[in-house]
């Protein structure tokens, strides 16, 4: 009877488990847990605390590298590195290598330009999009005006209060990479290593573990990983944002993940001996 | 025609692979002059490699189109959104935003290209489910390795995860995210860094016998 | 835009959206028609950030301003073209070789150092500083070298597994799994994290500020399904066919 059962879920049509993903994720949308998110990693207060121990004025670069097939991990990570950096007043200038994520940015700044009173081409700048990062990183090191001659609005770019004092790496208080490509290998290779630049960077939960020895070797300042990386870094900011809300409404679809492996093993191993 | 056809090019693999290889460790201002030209040039000419994928994506439609082959009218809906990004940006020349206004294009970004994308990888999440269940199974001890690691990574990203692990398994004086990290940080790594060597020598040896005209595979057939 | 172009917008992410998910249902016409739009509109973007990006502020404004050295590139770049001709096909090789030879010649030095010298010193390196290390620090450190070690094994002397070599890789094994593991585990929280993406943004398009588009189109798609369904049922046994 038991066996029979058993056999019967085991075939059960995989809509039903659509539907059940759909309902977990949906229903927390909709009235929130509210589970405190207290475990911050140390790899993303490394971030923090990097952005935070810059002076104000110190010149960061964002390089955002995400569309929105990524948008709701990355998303919420531009945000939060955008707001302490405005917070801080640091200036911040913006790069990016995948023609997807320029509508991205637009947003970022749209936003909290206006939260934080920041004038574009005095406090930030976005270059526009270079579609081969390898030959960018490169020029970079040298001049970075060989390349970006021009920011994304066609202004000469070193002509910019925003862009004073910096020509290369060297100028750059910190290189964070915010991608949800391998962008951030080739990061760590023609920049990172080779110039000393102080690299860190934000990543999508499934390329976070790749990034392991990077970080135990030093070759990045630290790192945010996914969703809860997010949340962490809104948590240190003490600004909850979509981050914190996303991490919000896994709690139940990630349960739901461990119950359906568990109970199959179970199950399988019952209806092995029964 | 061997010369312009063959020797020629293999000539320019050569020469721009030696010439970058060695402009890497020779940091002298003709050196980094010529890396910045050449950088230059390849984010060009890698630009209209765009096209090769462009056109041939049209070309397919087209013809579908054309012999009125099955499902013809979807492909119809091809051009529809090639037209309703482009014809939008080239009114907006190129911006999303005017000030603090949504340009068409900005429009065209967030409800058509942001959504349309955003979703198809979303789909993926059910997939993940269904393969949790059915395919996800533990016959060995290294299958085992392997869901001992999800088992701790799933719930230990989670706020619910530390809060079941602290009532089940509290007194064993561990803390989930303790354990997380360990696994993040240490056998993982190994795994990993294993990878990275193994490919490492793999594209260093690729990278070397493309220079050296040995692989020659991208060029096709004369 | 006026406010009548937001709801609209809404309306439209809210069907396209609702099409890509009917999906999981049964394939029908409202998912293949996203699907297409999809194509379409992807590499429309693509192209119109070309366009704005690359080639009319480097390739063609310096050309007005008579910059001819950028022709080098330019030409190159269309050579790429010419795949489409077979009878000159051949011409792309200068602009593939170019590519090629640029990328190869940096990829060597920048792989050895990264992800070679420095994996091997990031394995060696906390060795150095064995005074200061705790024991559990010092263990964890010899793990992370003998898993990499044993990784290794397992991927050069993969041909011939034989005894000591076959236990070492074995080892390896183990920790390859560990990092599956660790990215299985991720990959559902990412995976997760974009379908809640999709959620939230239908879960604002429900509001009465758009008209409850969500509801009205889920209900629709629902509608489409139990018609179709009915439709089928009522057709005799090969009519399909006819």
Request: glycine content about 10%.
């Amino acid at each position: 009877m038991l066996k029979k059962t058993l056999e019967l879920l085991f075939n059960i049509d995989r809509r039903w488990l659509f539907l059940l993903l759909a309902l977990s994720i949906f229903i927390p949308i909709v009235r929130p847990l509210g589970l405190p998110n207290k475990n911050i990693s140390a790899d993303v207060r490394h971030v923090y605390e990097k952005m935070n121990s810059l002076p104000p004025g110190s010149f960061i670069l964002l390089s955002l590298d995400y569309d929105p097939s990524t948008r709701p991990e990355l998303h919420p990570q531009a945000m939060a590195l955008v707001r302490q950096a405005f917070e801080r007043n640091l200036r911040v200038g913006v790069v990016t290598f995948i023609p997807g994520s320029t509508g991205l940015i637009d947003e970022v700044f749209s936003t909290l330009s206006k939260q934080y009173n920041k004038v574009y081409g005095k406090d930030y700048v976005i270059f526009p999009y270079e579609p081969n990062i390898v030959a960018v990183l490169t020029q970079m090191a040298s001049n970075l005006y060989g390349i970006y001659d021009k920011d994304k609005y066609g202004n000469e770019a070193a002509s910019l209060p925003v862009m004073k004092g910096i020509t290369n790496y060297k100028d750059m208080g910190l290189v964070v990479d915010v991608t949800g490509t391998s962008s951030i290998d080739i990061w760590v290779q023609y920049a990172g290593d080779k110039y000393n630049v102080p690299l860190a960077a934000g990543v999508t939960a499934i390329s976070q573990p790749s990034y392991g020895p990077y970080l135990q070797t030093g070759q990045l300042k630290g790192l945010i990983g996914g969703m809860k990386g997010a949340a962490d870094y809104e948590t240190l900011l003490n600004a909850p944002g979509k981050g914190t809300s996303g991490i919000d409404a896994l709690n139940l679809a990630h349960i739901l993940v461990v119950v359906l492996i568990v109970f199959s093993n179970l199950g399988l191993f019952l209806v092995k001996y029964l | 025609m061997k010369l312009i056809k063959k020797q020629i090019p293999f000539a320019i693999v050569f020469v721009f692979g030696m010439l970058t290889l060695v402009s890497y460790y020779v940091p002298h201002p003709k050196s980094v002059a010529f890396l910045d030209t050449v950088s230059q040039w390849e984010n060009i000419v890698s630009s209209f490699a765009f096209l090769l994928g462009l056109f041939s994506l049209f070309y397919t439609h087209y013809a579908k189109i054309k012999k009125k082959g099955d499902g013809w009218g979807y492909s119809l809906f091809v051009f529809v959104g090639f037209l309703a990004v482009v014809v939008p940006a080239i009114v907006s020349h190129g911006r999303q935003m005017s000030g603090s206004e949504m340009t068409p294009l900005g429009w065209s970004f967030r409800y058509i290209y942001n959504t349309l994308l955003a979703t198809m990888f979303a789909v993926l999440a059910f997939y993940i489910v269904s393969t949790a269940y059915r395919s996800f199974r533990i016959k060995s001890v290294q299958a085992m390795v392997l869901f001992v690691a999800a088992l701790i990574l799933i719930l230990g990203r989670v706020p619910i995860g530390e809060i079941l692990w602290g009532k089940a398994l509290g007194w064993t004086g561990h803390s989930l995210s303790g354990l997380m990290n360990w696994i993040v940080d240490v056998p993982s790594v190994a795994g990993k860094r294993g990878i990275m060597i193994g490919i490492a020598v793999g594209a260093v040896v690729t990278s070397l016998k493309i220079v050296f005209g040995i692989e020659r595979q991208y060029l096709g057939k004369d | 835009m006026s406010h009548t172009w937001m709801i609209a917008g809404g309306w439209l992410a809210a069907g396209l959206t609702i099409f890509i998910f009917s999906f999981l249902y049964k394939d029908n016409p409202f998912f293949k028609i996203a699907e297409h739009l999809y194509l379409g509109a992807g590499m429309g973007w693509w192209f119109q950030v070309y366009l704005y990006s690359i080639w009319i502020p480097k390739v063609a404004d310096p050309l007005r301003a008579h910059q001819w050295a950028v022709l080098v590139p330019a030409v190159l770049g269309v050579s790429l073209v010419t795949q489409f001709f077979p009878k000159i096909s051949w011409v792309s090789r200068y602009g593939f070789t170019f590519l090629m030879g640029y990328g190869a010649g940096l990829a060597i030095p920048t792989m050895l150092s990264t992800n070679f010298m420095s994996q091997i010193y990031g394995c060696i390196q906390p060795f150095t500083d064995v005074s200061h290390m705790t024991r559990l620090g010092m263990l964890n450190s010899l793990i992370v070298a003998v898993g990499t070690i044993a990784v290794l094994f397992y991927f050069f002397f993969s041909v011939e597994n034989k005894g000591a070599v076959k236990k070492i890789s074995n080892i390896g094994i183990y920790f390859l799994m560990a990092y599956f593991g660790t990215t299985f585990g991720n990959t559902v929280m990412a995976r997760f994290s974009l379908l809640y993406g999709r959620f939230d943004e239908l879960y604002s398009y429900s509001g009465a500020n758009y008209f409850y588009a969500t509801q009205v189109l889920l209900a629709g798609m629902v509608a489409y399904f139990l018609v179709h369904g009915l439709l089928a049922k009522k057709k005799p046994e090969g009519g399909a066919a006819n």
